[in-house]
């Protein structure tokens, strides 16, 4: 079992009551029942959920956990960098309120060391939610260790033999580190080791234009850092439409990030100063003290014993059916270790479709889930649903409803009216296939929509709903008005007008 040393740093206050809740080191690992109808190997999201679910239903379930329970989320992910992202959004109000708002004049350095205690507090404070202690009085049998499968129904963890009916595989993923020359020897960053900074690096490199190098690299130009962001493909964000990116690119650049678009990392050198970054196609490499890698993850699918039971797995992790099953039909596999969508909400919902499935003979599918995301840049980007391109794909008729955020009177007022919202709809109905927004707190005003594209609502239902006013999710309203204007045909106008005459 590991030290506390080796599970995360600082060692502060803060951490210390992180491990005590998550790993406690004087944990004793209860003994194994004969079997377990569910075994959850991996202790994120995904784990955390299927023995929580399994146990209040009133299964005998075994939870095995390697390092820290709560995974990435908890401890690298979700709940750190949202710390961050608060935190910058406030030093930046601060630094900019006499210019945009009238407001005091700020000047000087904020205390980065103050933005990484908070953020360590809180998720400690947070931790309670995931800790061994809980799941224990939950009734899950907590094992803290290894584990490994030696049979096609049985894992072995600290020497002992657990044997279960059914298991679900959870373990999550890793940062992905590309094979880039010299990047070993001169040290680089990634999500699992980047909030144990407690110095704010003067030049920060960051690797990758997708959520996590945009949201970290706006962030941290925010604290001070004077930031770069790498990466190969022209354009930030290429999940999302291009006018989205392009909108969080100019604010990332209006925050102070230089782009590197384009370009290929091809050698790191370490310097007595920091690091130099060479790219292919240009000449003058870029400086920096740190270097973050956001360049995409890594299943946890090696040295799990996969092979001694029977469960196929590649590149891409775990290989599992619609429903969930691996090439054992005893065995489950969720969240990022087996799934293409690497979100915290995903994990959750995977989760309790395979405790349907595994536990009582359930036929629900992960094809039927409709998954929403969001990049917490500011201002964010969320979407749900289908783009324009796939929904043609896949045979619909549709039209695209596009609303600026510069017509939303409460994004006018709060200054934040750079955006939009793109709606996908069927051609006929006004069934809503899908949604982009680009808004400062767009993952917050998505429900609607999530709402909408899981229960095939239409447009006409939502221009129904009163909105408060002002609020930015007047925009939904808005676009379902101008849906209900485009009904008003030549002769559905000439009609109305005939009935005005008849009835004067």
């Given at each position: 079992m590991p030290d506390a040393e080796g599970l995360v740093?600082?060692?502060?206050?803060?951490?210390?009551?992180?491990?005590?809740?998550?790993?406690?080191?004087?944990?004793?690992n209860p003994e194994p029942a004969d079997r377990y109808h569910l075994l959850v190997l991996g202790g994120g999201t995904g784990g955390l959920v299927s023995a929580a679910g399994a146990a209040l239903l009133g299964a005998r379930v075994a939870l095995v956990e390697?390092?820290?329970?709560?995974?990435?989320?908890?401890?690298?992910?979700?709940?750190?960098?949202?710390?961050?992202?608060?935190?910058a959004e406030a030093w930046h109000e601060a630094a900019t309120a006499a210019e945009r708002f009238g407001g005091p004049r700020v000047t000087g350095p904020g205390d980065f060391g103050a933005v990484m205690e908070r953020m360590r507090r809180l998720r400690a404070e947070i931790s309670h939610h995931d800790s061994a202690a809980r799941f224990r009085d939950l009734g899950v049998d907590v094992f803290l260790g290894r584990g490994r499968f030696v049979a096609s129904d049985a894992i072995e963890v600290g020497g002992e033999r657990l044997r279960f009916s059914r298991a679900v595989v959870a373990t999550g993923a890793r940062p992905l580190v590309p094979p880039?020359?010299?990047?070993?020897?001169?040290g680089y960053l990634t999500n699992e080791t980047l909030f144990e900074l407690t110095e704010l690096p003067r030049r920060l490199g960051v690797v990758g234009g997708g959520p996590i190098g945009c949201e970290m690299g706006q962030s941290f130009a925010r604290f001070g850092s004077r930031v770069t962001l790498i990466d190969q493909e022209p354009r930030l964000l290429p999940r999302e439409e291009a006018e989205a990116a392009a909108i969080v690119q100019r604010a990332l650049e209006r925050d102070g990030v230089a782009?590197?678009?384009?370009?290929?990392?091809?050698?790191?050198?370490?310097?007595?100063?920091?690091?130099?970054?060479?790219?292919?196609?240009?000449?003058?490499?870029?400086?920096?003290?740190?270097l973050l890698l956001a360049v995409g993850r890594s299943p946890n699918s090696r040295g799990l014993g996969l092979s001694a039971a029977g469960v196929e797995h590649g590149r891409g992790?775990?290989?599992?059916?619609?429903?969930?099953?691996?090439?054992?039909?005893?065995?489950?596999?969720?969240?990022?270790?087996?799934?293409?969508?690497?979100?915290?909400?995903?994990?959750?919902?995977?989760?309790?479709i395979a405790l349907r499935n595994a536990l009582f003979?359930?036929?629900?599918?992960?094809?039927?889930?409709?998954?929403?995301?969001?990049?917490?840049?500011?201002?964010?980007?969320?979407?749900?649903?289908?783009?324009?391109?796939?929904?043609?794909?896949?045979?619909?008729?549709?039209?695209?409803?596009r609303v600026p955020l510069a017509t939303v009177d409460r994004a006018v007022l709060a200054g934040e009216a750079e955006g939009f919202l793109s709606l996908v709809v069927g051609q006929r109905g006004g069934r809503v296939l899908g949604a982009t927004l680009v808004a400062d707190q767009a993952g917050e005003m998505l429900g609607e929509l999530c709402l909408a594209v899981t229960r095939r609502v239409g447009l006409d239902r939502i221009a129904d709903v009163i909105h408060p006013y002002p609020t930015r999710v007047e925009v939904v309203r808005k676009a379902a008005d101008e849906w209900r204007r485009g009904k008003l045909t030549p002769l559905v106008s000439r009609l109305l007008r005939l009935w005005l005459r008849l009835t004067a």
């Open positions: 740093a600082p060692l502060d206050t803060h951490n210390r009551e992180l491990i005590a809740n998550v790993h406690p080191v004087e944990w004793v390697e390092r820290l329970l709560g995974g990435d989320c908890l401890v690298s992910g979700c709940v750190p960098s949202k710390a961050l992202i608060r935190a880039i020359e010299g990047l070993e020897e001169a782009m590197a678009l384009g370009a290929a990392v091809r050698r790191v050198e370490s310097m007595a100063s920091g690091k130099r970054v060479h790219l292919e196609g240009r000449t003058e490499p870029i400086e920096v003290d740190e992790g775990i290989e599992v059916d619609d429903r969930l099953r691996t090439s054992n039909r005893r065995v489950f596999a969720v969240g990022d270790v087996a799934s293409r969508y690497q979100f915290t909400h995903m994990a959750d919902a995977l989760a309790r003979l359930g036929r629900a599918r992960a094809s039927d889930l409709v998954v929403p995301w969001c990049t917490y840049t500011r201002p964010e980007v969320a979407h749900v649903g289908l783009s324009e391109a796939e929904a043609r794909e896949a045979g619909h008729a549709v039209r695209t409803l």
